[in-house]
Nanobody, 123 residues
């Protein structure tokens, strides 16, 4: 188990940006693929972005490409998700996860979840 703590959510106006952070405890962060997921009552849970352990490859879900950017700082054990041009339908609980890596989407399976941070976008 790798404790994960997300932050950075809140109430944001449409069109603005937000940067979410996920801090991992322990010393395996730099060896672990990571991902961001979001969950809403209507759409369920979907993986929006993933990143390899070294940060040299990323995956971003087609519907948010150009607005979502995933990155990581292994020296700080921190994962980031930059969301630009926020839309009301981006409203969701965003969670970070560790992953079993592989395939074109990088994250084959989520193995450990944070509690999430709520992002609410007002129109």
């Amino acid at each position: 188990q790798v404790p994960l703590v997300e932050s950075g959510g809140g109430l944001v106006q449409a069109g603005n940006s937000v940067r979410l952070s996920c801090v991992a405890s322990g010393d395996v962060f730099s060896q672990t693929a990571m991902a961001w997921w979001r969950q809403t009552p209507g759409r369920g849970r979907e993986m929006v972005a993933a990143i390899t352990p070294a940060g040299d490859h990323t995956y971003v879900m087609d519907s948010v490409k150009g607005r979502f950017t995933i990155s990581r700082d292994n020296a700080k054990n921190t994962l980031y998700l930059q969301i630009d041009s926020l839309k009301p339908w981006d409203t969701a609980v965003y969670s970070c996860t560790t992953c079993i890596d592989g395939g074109s989407r990088i994250c084959v399976s989520a193995t450990n979840w944070g509690r999430g941070t709520q992002v609410t976008v007002s129109s």
